[in-house]
């Protein structure tokens, strides 16, 4: 089965991609399959000896260009309950060659390139017909429930915006409408001045822990000045990302002292015009007369790590699944102080 269904009593769409139950789960680090092909007889998903960074299609996607028409649509789909094609696109973003390092041990110029790769996919993918929304991210440790142990990331592009950065864009919107300006840009300002939740500072680029911080060691790393997305980030400020993401990475590993499991993602502007998308997810408000997304979409990094100590977890569980309301068990301000000092 490779489909989407729409939950009408939530405003979302879910997608079923039940190939993925056979994906290569855990392998020996002898037969990984993101590691270089040393031999041409048992070749890997990347037919080179060396490379510095590599990105493919996914061979198990949840998403794809050319999706098979759903199953049973005649016994599933209703007016109420619409099944349609899981179209998209689904890359894997090696960051190494090495299959014993992480993201954080890679080095400056290796991250540098990894923003390039970052913004270019961003351009190619979000270019596609059928693709609006672009979010590239990672998923960091066993406890995450990574497959592989070989450093990599994924970009997914979807047919419409998930719901997470689509609400950050309708309360961008609201914010907008009330104030004239940028809501990410009014938090960066405040965070900068009260300065207890940063983290660090790079340059034209700011890492704090918000003050609303759903994981007890979240972090978001922002461009201060206003940047809608990754094509529009100057090449001094993916400079500063870059050693930014290096020194947050390594005070994350430092904090407990072994590499810590997180999920992080990137947040920018739907790839679509926001008329279209207003109208495929009928938006109310001010997102269909808007000319581009460039007033409410601000670039950002989110990291949510696993763990709320060196022993213990965060776990998503009832009142975050069922209720959406999260419960932290460390204060931002110590969180970041902590983090501060796990960075030197």
Not at 101 to 111: D, F, K, M, P, S
């Amino acid at each position: 089965m490779s489909e989407r269904r729409y939950d009408p009593t939530a405003d979302e769409w879910v997608t079923f991609a039940t190939h993925r139950q056979d994906r290569t789960y855990q392998p020996p680090a002898e037969h990984c399959p993101l590691c270089p092909t040393i031999d041409p007889a048992t070749p890997t998903e990347i037919p080179r000896e060396s490379f510095e960074i590599a990105v493919f299609d996914n061979r198990f996607p949840s998403l794809s260009p050319d999706p098979p028409p759903p199953d049973d649509l005649d016994n599933v789909a209703t007016e109420l309950i619409r099944v349609e094609p899981a179209a998209g696109r689904c890359e894997v973003v090696v960051y190494s060659d090495r299959h014993d390092t992480t993201l954080a041990q890679v080095g400056v110029e290796r991250l540098r390139l990894l923003v390039d790769v970052w913004a270019d996919r961003y351009a190619v993918l979000g270019a596609e017909e059928h693709v609006r929304y672009v979010l590239a991210f990672e998923n960091k440790g066993e406890v995450i429930g990574v497959t592989l142990a070989h450093p990599h990331g994924q970009i997914y592009g979807y047919s419409d915006v998930p719901p997470r950065p689509l609400r950050e864009l309708r309360a961008a919107d609201d914010h907008r409408r009330r104030t004239g300006r940028c809501v990410e840009c009014d938090v960066v300002a405040g965070e900068v001045a009260d300065g207890r939740r940063i983290v660090a500072r790079r340059g034209g680029v700011v890492a704090f822990v918000p003050p609303w911080a759903r994981f007890p060691y979240e972090v978001h790393v922002v461009p201060i000045g206003h940047r809608a997305d990754l094509f529009e980030l100057p090449a001094a400020e993916r400079d500063d990302v870059a050693e930014l993401l290096e020194a947050l990475l390594s005070g994350y590993d430092a904090l407990f002292g072994f590499p810590l499991p997180y999920v992080m993602g990137i947040h920018q502007a739907p790839t679509c015009d926001p008329s279209e998308l207003a109208g495929r997810l009928h938006l109310t408000g001010g997102l269909d007369v808007l000319a581009s997304w460039a007033p409410i979409s601000h670039l950002h990094w989110e990291f949510a790590p696993a763990h709320r100590s060196a022993e213990k977890l965060k776990y998503v569980a009832g009142s975050e699944m069922m209720g959406g309301a999260y419960m932290t068990d460390v204060a931002p301000e110590v969180a970041a102080e902590s983090l501060r000092r796990a960075m030197g």
